[in-house]
């Protein structure tokens, strides 16, 4: 069974990460593979992962997605970055943009030159040095060449998923409809062999994809892959989801707004506004929770706000025998920095990178699962991050976050920025140098002292070479067209 060649992959679940699933199995794999994807009309799906990285553009050319048809059909906007506003301090905002701030230098990176001008008076604010920012700041987005403006989307998830659908189906997958009633196994070595609709439909396979959501059906419930609770250090249990209508043209950015016992999401769309609060169920009732978030809306609601419970954390291992975790059914992160719709791209992609054509092995499924926890656990920390360095002790919730234990590879990372202003990037993190630093700096951590080097340069020298970037920015950005009026010419709503 173990190393039997894989003919058939069954994805079990649909949503985004059961059709993106099935979409690269397909298209990428399939004049080998036959994939079928079961789901049921009567599960819905948590659809609330609007908001992406630019990481996705990678899925996206594998799959040869053509830019404007997909914006089109899911009514999406761009984004540049996350607007944290009153995570610092009541009253107090900043973006973590994506691309580069500044320029480093082979011994430091560009906040220790930014931090000397800070000294001697003559730095601007530090996002004033990248064309993210300040493209965002100013509501301003074009698709250059060359990378100029690195960038993400907003768009409407249940659009998506048909978008992918259509894809995986026109590359050969068999969508089945029904409830799963029965997971079946092989009586010697517990490997998934089917599964047993409530219909009596039979659905064999070789190799399974796990996307039946929170409740893990195949990797939990039938393989008990374990589960690593994290909310000693999340401890948002809770979410309200609501949509509604647009009431200005779509900024390019995600907003995230802090609240006493939680935090509110707004992606603008290009139909409507997506819009919801994470919270935390020790601090705040649901009714409590949901006068915020009606008190803080903008525009008439579309829908009713829809309530979601979820465990903060992530399974000990992501591919047991002969099934792979992806989306929800792997662990859940809460969606602070979009990081959602990324973990299933790189989960679906990391299984094309080790696809056991010729039988499952122990070897891979030991890489792919220490890969994923790596990765998990880095994107962890940076999310505790946002809740720890704060200046706020308004409420208890806050107090609690700026007091709670962290894990040690995260305080590392806090000590090193805090005491010497270096930040390092391992090559398989996610997040690098520079996301680091924007939210370190925009929490309000700031570095005792910056690199050596620095003084190389006199102050003329070290002022030129600011106002060298600044400059490059701000030219770069004053001939980019406003984000609406971007959209209107490339990638109108169909």
């Known amino acids: 069974m173990e190393h039997q060649k894989i003919k058939h992959v069954v994805v079990a679940g649909g949503g985004t990460a059961g059709w993106m699933a099935a979409a690269a199995v397909a298209k990428l794999l399939g004049k080998t593979v036959k994939v079928s994807l079961v789901e049921s009309e009567e599960i819905g799906t948590v659809g609330v992962g609007e908001a992406t990285i630019p990481t996705l553009l990678t899925l996206h050319e594998l799959l040869k997605i053509k830019e404007q048809d997909f914006i089109s059909a899911v009514g999406g906007t761009f984004k540049l970055g996350i607007s944290f506003e009153n995570w610092r301090d009541v009253g107090e905002d900043y973006i973590h943009s994506f691309g580069y701030t500044g320029k480093d230098c082979w011994a430091a990176g560009f906040q220790h030159f930014w931090l000397k001008g800070k000294e001697l008076g003559i730095s601007k ?33 249940s659009r998506y998923s048909k978008f992918l659908r259509k894809i995986a189906e026109e590359h050969g997958a068999v969508r089945i409809e029904g409830k799963i009633e029965a997971v079946q196994q092989h009586e010697n070595t517990g ?51 609501v949509q509604t209508e647009n009431v200005q043209p779509p900024i390019p950015y995600t907003r995230s707004i802090a609240h006493e016992a939680g935090w509110q999401w707004r992606i603008p769309l290009q139909h409507r506004t997506g819009n919801g609060l994470v919270y935390c169920s020790k601090f705040w009732s649901q009714d409590e929770a949901e006068a915020k978030l009606r008190g803080n809306l903008e525009g008439e609601m579309v829908t009713e706000p829809r309530p979601i419970k979820f465990q903060t954390g992530t399974r000990r291992r992501h591919w047991v025998k002969n099934c792979v975790a992806v989306g929800l059914s792997s662990g859940f992160m809460e969606p602070l920095e979009s990081t959602s719709i990324h973990l299933i791209q790189r989960s679906i992609v990391r299984f094309m990178q080790m696809f056991p054509s010729d039988g499952v092995r122990q070897p891979d499924i030991d890489e792919f699962n220490s890969q994923m926890k790596f990765e998990i656990e880095n994107i962890r920390d940076f999310i505790i991050l946002h809740y720890h360095v704060t200046n706020r002790t308004d409420t208890p919730f806050w107090r609690h ?94």
């Open 191 to 241: 490997f998934i062999t089917g599964l047993r609709l409530e219909s009596g439909q039979q659905i064999e396979g070789d190799f399974f994809v796990d996307c039946t959501g929170f409740r893990g059906l195949l990797i939990e419930q039938t393989l008990h892959a374990g589960y690593d609770d994290w909310q000693h250090w999340l401890p948002c249990d809770r979410a309200l989801a």
């Open 125 to 157: 604010e530090f996002g004033e040095y990248c064309n993210e920012w300040a493209a965002a700041k100013q509501n301003r987005f074009a698709v250059l060449p060359n990378q100029n403006l690195n960038y993400a989307y907003h768009f409407d998830s």
């Open 401 to 494: 976050c700026r007091t709670m234990e962290i894990p040690e590879s995260l305080q590392h990372r806090i000590d090193l920025f805090k005491e010497t202003g270096r930040v390092f990037k391992v090559p398989t993190e996610l997040f690098g140098e520079n996301s680091w630093t924007q939210v370190m700096l925009g929490q309000g951590l700031s570095p005792e002292q910056y690199h050596p080097i620095v003084n190389m340069m006199d102050e003329q020298e070290l002022r030129d070479f600011l106002g060298g970037i600044h400059g490059s920015v701000e030219r770069l950005v004053s001939q980019l067209p406003e984000h609406q009026r971007f959209i209107d010419h490339y990638c109108r709503e169909a």
